[in-house]
């Protein structure tokens, strides 16, 4: 049999705070952090959630702060977190059986709009011999590893926005291949550069609400009208079961299954009968050895858009029949982080599973469509559950599914 893979230690950074904790009281509340963006400030669309708080410079040190971008600045901070949860030591480096995953869907564009603007001005000597090494999306795993000293496999999974669900994924196999002991795996990304709100908004993917955007992101309501961006960053700590156990390591929960494959569809529109999404849940379902009646929570990728969220509906329909399980959504709260999206989610499974409660959706009134799911609103619900489901999809129609349980 495959062996059981332990989540171990947990590192966040989102809109919703710096800690597990900081980010469960956020999502318990149920109130959306989109606010007016200065960095959007003139743009059709000009608010986002931000990470806000963060001393990088205090954490990281001047330097490493300065030379980074923010996407990587998130994965330095999160994994840095993720190991202490873990109680692994750094010192001397964590070594050549320990791999870095992490899941970019591009990076922060601001330094490409910044440099390129030098090149457009026939400028070339003020390009930054920075620019690439700051900006290219393996860059946040590549620095996470020179950081902790993590001298195993190291690379980024892009599959859009189910990036950091595929990290994950990949992190497992790497464990169960024994090509790795311990792997940190997640997702960062900022998506609250100009040029990314810019083309979202010509593909008329952001909501407009301009004038009240905390309410603008509202997963699977009636009312809804577009995502709202995001940013930040999650690492998990994935090891054996056994191995954990034996260093008496914390195991917050185990990843129990894994389902990838793509619609094959078209570039940015989802299957309009979900039936890629609803072939990768069924598969993470028998990859976890589960049925349908075992998952006691699904955390939705449920971005506020009309057709994702419609479609998403239309594969949990088509899985779970009339009795679906309860359903959160989390971008309701954080907006859409794109690449770190699925990773975020991953670990808000983790701490649904640990609290054994479901948060509730931001701003959710009502559902529209023939497919009706039991959207947890208004407050946290109590649902004390063994098994629950992370989805994530994205771009070229890719689709990613996580099965986690307790331990």
């Known amino acids: ?45 000009d608010f986002s959630c931000q990470v806000t708080g963060l001393d990088a410079a205090g954490e990281l040190g001047p330097p490493l702060a300065r030379r980074v971008d923010p996407f990587t600045r998130f ?70 590893a020179i950081d902790l000293g993590a001298q195993g496999p190291n690379f980024t999974t892009a599959s859009a926005c189910a990036s950091g669900a595929t990290a994950l994924g990949v992190a497992r196999d790497l464990l169960r291949s024994g090509t790795c002991d311990i792997v940190l795996a997640g997702g960062s990304e900022s998506a609250r550069s100009r040029m990314t709100a810019t083309c979202f908004t010509q593909m008329r993917a952001l909501s407009r609400r301009r004038d009240e955007p905390a309410l603008a992101s509202r997963p699977f309501d009636a009312g809804r009208d577009g995502m709202v961006l995001g940013e930040g960053a999650a690492v998990l700590v994935l090891e054996r079961a056994a191995d954990a156990h034996a260093r008496k390591a914390p195991v917050l929960a185990l990843l129990r ?11 940015v529109a989802p299957h309009p009968q979900g ?61 859409h982080s794109l690449g770190a999206s699925a990773a975020i989610q991953a670990a808000y499974t983790v701490l649904a599973l640990r609290h054994g409660a479901v948060p509730p959706v931001a701003n959710f009134q009502g559902q529209d469509g023939e497919h009706k799911l039991d959207i947890v609103a208004g407050k946290p619900r109590l649902a004390p559950m063994r098994t629950a489901m992370s989805c994530a999809f994205g771009f070229g129609g890719q689709n990613v599914v996580l099965v986690l349980s307790d331990a």
């Open 1 to 45: 049999m495959p062996a059981d893979v332990a989540v171990t230690g947990l590192g966040l950074v989102t809109p919703a705070g710096h800690t597990p904790e900081e980010n469960w009281a956020a999502l318990c509340r149920g109130r959306s952090l989109a606010a007016p963006d200065p960095e959007l400030t003139g743009l059709p669309v």
């Open 75 to 144: 994965a330095l901070v999160a994994a840095r977190r993720a190991v202490e949860d873990a109680g692994l030591s750094t010192q001397g480096g964590l070594g050549p059986r320990v791999g870095v995953v992490l899941g970019v869907g591009s990076n922060c564009l601001s330094t490409y709009v910044t440099e390129f603007g030098h090149l457009g001005a026939d400028r070339p000597r003020r390009v930054s011999p920075l620019a690439l090494p700051r900006s290219v999306p393996s860059m946040a795993a590549g620095e996470v």
């Open 257 to 267: 299954g894994y389902g990838a494959g793509s619609d094959a569809h078209h570039p």
């Open 275 to 335: 039936e890629g999404a609803a072939r990768v849940i069924v598969a993470a379902l028998e990859d976890a050895g589960c049925r349908p009646r075992d998952i006691g929570h699904v955390n939705a990728h449920g971005t506020s858009t009309p057709l994702g969220d419609a479609v998403e509906a239309a594969a949990l329909a088509r899985v779970f029949g009339d009795t679906p399980p309860p359903v959160t959504a989390a971008k309701g709260v954080i907006g």
